[in-house]
């Protein structure tokens, strides 16, 4: 019975435990459908969002999408391999092929050949160096086969997976490429036509110096001959307006020449305060004559020796001098020279010009420094002259540095004044001498050998030298010139440039192949520009004689380039005279003024130098490398005791070429050494002759 | 306190004791449950400490000893439930290190309002394992009979210390180390 209940209870219990549990299933089943139901709404909120979002990224790729095809550059994408990924309209218009025959394809493949290898390196630059941005131009060919530029900025754009790709933002530039070369082309034609213009210019200062040469010369030459007093007359107004139109060629050929930015400055060391005296006095006398006061009013300077161009500064003041003494009828004309500053290194010097003369209109100030703009074309009428005086005046200033200024009142006188800034030049001790000091200096032992085509320049130089007791013989073009060189003895040429047969440059050639003896040879020359010099010295000259020249110049050249037993004292007492072909400053500062020294050095490489190149051949021909370095190195010192430090610079050449199994190298720098001993051999046999005789004279 | 304690208590008494007794501490404890357990439901804690009074009176036998077989017993049941907790180790240190790091972890997400003690174990350099019990049940002797069962399953052998760090059992710490 007590069983039965237990297993009543037992069951009741169990009953009610499957209720509970049931019941508290359907509570969890309950939470479970709710929340279901929760996160089924926020699924479809989610979905909502997405869907917005989605439609704002539609909108905005489709805004892009917009300018990108609207957009007046090109934009495309390529993978990393330059391939295309897209490209927007104006993009396929300017390559020509469709989108689909542009869409996979490298971009090489549309870009001209020649750019090919420059495409691949800006690539390469662009994806490893990790240059981000970059401007360049490439040439495409379009399908139509035209050639088109594009003009790219490229990005190098990296994944979040590492990966990158390129985009780019490009323009076709063919029309600006176009213009450019149209400009370029122009440029070049300019250029060509400007320098036709100072060809023409050059060759007409040619033409007409070499008969004004022949003028002026032929004038002084009938000066010197008897003549009644209407003969002289005449001659004094030829001579004068030869001298005249010589100012006027060589006025116009010099505005030309600053024009064309070719005017050289030759910077020498000169006495400012000695040329400023000697203008002073030829002047002062035409001042006086035309009964005007000329002073001169000069700061004390401590070193008057400047570095500058003293051609130039001279002409400057021609210039600025004689327009005061022009245009002033009375009154007085005063030529200051003030010290501004000196330092160590420089001094600075103003000038002024002033005077009571007829003064400059205000209207003109402006134009009087411009070519050809005399005040007015009366004034060129009364008082002559070309009226580029103050044109050139104020070029060359400029040229050196300075800036020419004018105070000026109409009828009550003028002032011009420039500042220039010298530096500090080398004090000489003896300047040039008369001309009659000169002649009689040469003695008729001197030879001198005439290359001239021109029969009255020949006349012209040939009466000078009779003058001066010095002999010579004529040729008539280069090749006579070479022929009298080979059987006579001469001490100095003068070779004209421009002759018949053969010219003066091939003719100089020759003499100095021919190996001889090193005689110097003054070209004479019309030309004034610089490349004609440049070329006469590469032929082989040694100074050059502008025509037309005076009697002093003629002289100071001749005893510039005599033989030593012909100059004069104050060359003498200069520096140790080594041939300009070796290297004149490390001689000088070797031996210092030590000929007895030098003489001793220049035998003994006489004495070596054939034997040591010999044992030098003998080690290279039989490839023993190690006594071939032993010695290159050993005869490397020789080369600079003469002043051939060329050839020792390729005796180390060759040392560390020998430390290397390129023969080819070996060869070329055994070579250039062999060359230049041989070569250089007669100079050094000369020099060596020249110091001796030198010594033997000052002993 | 979870409904499967109870039941698996309950159940446990059947077995070793007959649906009898089961029937008897039911009735003399005054349950507010009237001891309709599901194992799903969540039912007082004082309601198991009732029962294990009631048992103990019935069969002469201390209680810590038949909370200790309760926890033994138990074992077996979350072996034959939960497999994967204990295959997820391989010795029984590391599972009873995870006890309180994974098992009672995962317990609590299946049943938030789950009341578990806490543990803190450790071992020393000499491979003695330190676990301290805490809890306000006081269920310590349920631990050692998990404890002991779970050293037995893995095939160690082991000497476990228990001992009182407060004097009402609330926090019993239990030194286990393992022999040869
Ligand atoms: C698969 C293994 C285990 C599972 C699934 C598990 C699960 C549970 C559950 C559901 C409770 C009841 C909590 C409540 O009723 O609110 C509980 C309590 C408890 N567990 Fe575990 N347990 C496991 C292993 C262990 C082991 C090995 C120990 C031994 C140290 C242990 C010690 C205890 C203790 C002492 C309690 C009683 C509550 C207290 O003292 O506060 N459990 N466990």
Same mark, same amino acid.
């Given at each position: ?18 209720k ?17 139901a ?35 550059d ?27 025959e542009i869409i ?69 530039i063919?029309l600006?490429?176009?213009t ?6 122009a *440029? ?26 022949a ?24 001579a ?5 139109l ?19 400055i ?14 002073? *006095?030829t ?39 004689g ?6 009828s009375?009154g ?21 010009? *002033? ?6 209109k ?14 007015t ?15 050139i ?7 050196l ?23 500090h ?6 300047n ?10 040469m ?31 004529i ?16 001490d ?39 490349s004609?010099?440049?070329l006469?010295l ?16 003629l ?22 005279h ?35 190149l ?14 071939a ?14 002043g ?25 720098f ?5 060359d ?15 110091i001796?005789l ?6 | ?27 003399d404890?005054?349950?507010e ?18 029962l294990l ?10 209680p ?24 997820? $180790? ?16 995962e317990v609590?997400k ?7 003690p ?33 050293i ?13 760090? $407060?004097?009402?059992?609330s ?10």
């Amino acid at each position: 019975m007590e069983n039965l209940d237990i297993l009543k209870r037992k069951l009741e219990r169990e009953r009610l435990a499957r209720k509970q549990a049931e019941q508290i299933l359907e509570s969890k089943a309950l939470e479970l459908f709710e929340v279901n139901a929760s996160l089924q709404k926020l699924n479809v909120s989610l979905e909502d969002q997405i869907d917005q979002r989605t439609k704002a990224l539609q909108e905005s790729e489709s805004k892009y999408r917009n300018v990108i095809n609207n957009a007046s550059d090109i934009i495309y994408t390529t993978d990393s391999n330059g391939c295309f990924t897209f490209i927007n309209p104006v993009g396929i218009k300017s390559f020509g092929f469709s989108e689909e025959e542009i869409i996979g394809k490298q971009f090489a493949h549309f870009v001209l050949e020649s750019h090919q290898k420059q495409l691949l390196e800006y690539y390469i630059n662009l994806r490893d160096q990790n240059k981000k941005n970059d401007y360049y131009e490439f040439p495409i060919r379009s399908k139509d086969g035209e050639t088109h530029w594009i003009g790219q900025n490229v990005n190098r754009v990296e994944k979040p997976d590492g990966s990158i790709y390129f985009n780019a933002v490009a323009r076709d530039i063919t029309l600006r490429k176009i213009t450019e070369r149209q400009l370029e082309e122009a *440029k070049e034609k300019a250029i060509r036509a400007q320098q036709a213009e100072q060809q023409f210019l050059a060759n007409m200062s040619h033409e007409i110096r070499t008969p004004l040469n022949a003028i002026i010369g032929m004038s002084h030459l009938l000066k010197d001959t008897e003549l009644d007093a209407k003969q002289s007359e005449y001659i004094d107004i030829l001579a004068d307006s030869a001298s005249l139109l010589k100012g006027l060629v060589s006025d116009i050929l010099d505005i030309s020449k600053i024009d064309a930015g070719k005017a050289e400055i030759n910077e020498e060391s000169f006495d400012l305060i000695q040329l400023i005296n000697k203008l002073s *006095k030829t002047f002062a006398n035409r001042a006086n004559e035309k009964g005007l006061i000329f002073e001169t009013h000069i700061d004390p300077i401590q070193n008057t020796f400047v570095l500058s161009d003293k051609q130039w500064l001279n002409q400057i003041l021609i210039n600025l001098i004689g327009n005061a003494v022009k245009f002033t009828s009375s009154g007085k004309i005063d030529v200051v020279v003030e010290k501004i500053k000196e330092d160590e290194k420089t001094k600075t010097v103003s000038f002024t010009v *002033k005077d009571t003369g007829v003064g400059i209109k205000e209207e003109d100030k402006e134009t009087i420094f411009y070519a050809f703009k005399q005040a007015t074309t009366e004034t060129r009428r009364k008082y002559g002259g070309t009226g580029l005086g103050l044109s050139i005046a104020s070029k060359l200033v400029s040229l050196l540095g300075g800036t020419l200024e004018l105070d000026s009142i109409e009828g009550k006188g003028s002032q011009f004044y420039f500042t220039l800034q010298f530096k500090h030049g080398r004090i000489e001790e003896k300047n040039a001498e008369s001309i009659q000091e000169i002649g009689q200096k040469m003695t008729n032992s001197l030879s001198v050998l005439v290359v001239e085509d021109n029969l009255m320049n020949q006349k012209y130089i040939l009466t000078l030298l009779d003058k001066w007791g010095i002999q010579h013989n004529i040729a008539n073009n280069g090749l006579e010139a070479v022929e009298a060189f080979n059987n006579g003895n001469y001490d100095l040429i003068f070779m004209d440039l421009s002759m018949p047969i053969m010219d003066g440059y091939e003719a100089t050639s020759k003499i100095r192949s021919l190996n001889k003896k090193q005689i110097p040879i003054i070209a004479l020359t019309a030309s004034t520009f610089l490349s004609k010099k440049q070329l006469a010295l590469e032929s082989g000259m040694t100074d050059f004689l502008a025509k037309p020249f005076t009697p002093e110049d003629l002289a100071r050249k001749i005893k510039k380039h005599s033989l030593p037993q012909y100059k004069d004292d104050s060359v003498q007492n200069s520096e140790l005279h080594f041939d300009t072909r070796l290297d004149v400053d490390s001689l000088n500062e070797l031996y210092n003024g030590d000929h007895k020294h030098a003489l001793d050095m220049f035998k003994t490489y006489l004495s070596l130098v054939d034997d040591e190149l010999h044992m030098l051949t003998q080690a290279i021909s039989k490839n023993n490398k190690a006594s071939a370095k032993k010695q290159a190195h050993k005869i490397k010192p020789i080369f600079t005791m003469v002043g051939l430090n060329q050839i020792t610079e390729h005796c180390e050449d060759l040392e560390r070429a020998l430390d290397t199994e390129n023969n080819e190298m070996i060869q070329k720098f055994f070579l250039l050494i062999k060359d230049a001993v041989i070569h250089t051999k007669p100079i050094i046999d000369s020099n060596t002759k020249e110091i001796e005789l030198y010594l033997n004279k000052t002993i | 306190m979870k409904g499967i304690v109870f039941t698996e208590f309950l159940d446990m008494v059947e077995k070793k004791f007959g649906y009898e007794v089961v029937d008897q501490i039911i009735e003399d404890s005054d349950l507010e449950s009237k001891g309709i357990y599901t194992a799903v439901g969540t039912y007082p804690h004082s309601e198991v400490v009732n029962l294990l009074m009631n048992l103990s009176d019935r069969v002469k036998l201390d209680p810590t000893l038949l909370l200790k077989e309760f926890g033994k017993y138990l074992f077996d049941t979350f072996l034959a439930s939960y497999p994967q907790f204990f295959n997820s $180790v391989d010795n029984a240190f590391a599972f009873l290190h995870s006890i309180d790091r994974h098992i009672h972890v995962e317990v609590l997400k299946l049943y938030p309002d789950a009341t578990l003690p806490k543990f803190e174990s450790e071992e020393t350099e000499d491979g003695t394992m330190i676990m301290t019990y805490k809890s306000p049940r006081k269920m310590a002797a349920l631990a050692e009979g998990l404890i002991e069962k779970s050293i037995q399953y893995y095939k160690e052998e082991c000497t476990i210390q228990s001992e009182n760090q $407060v004097e009402d059992g609330s926090e019993v710490k239990f030194t286990i180390k393992r022999i040869g």
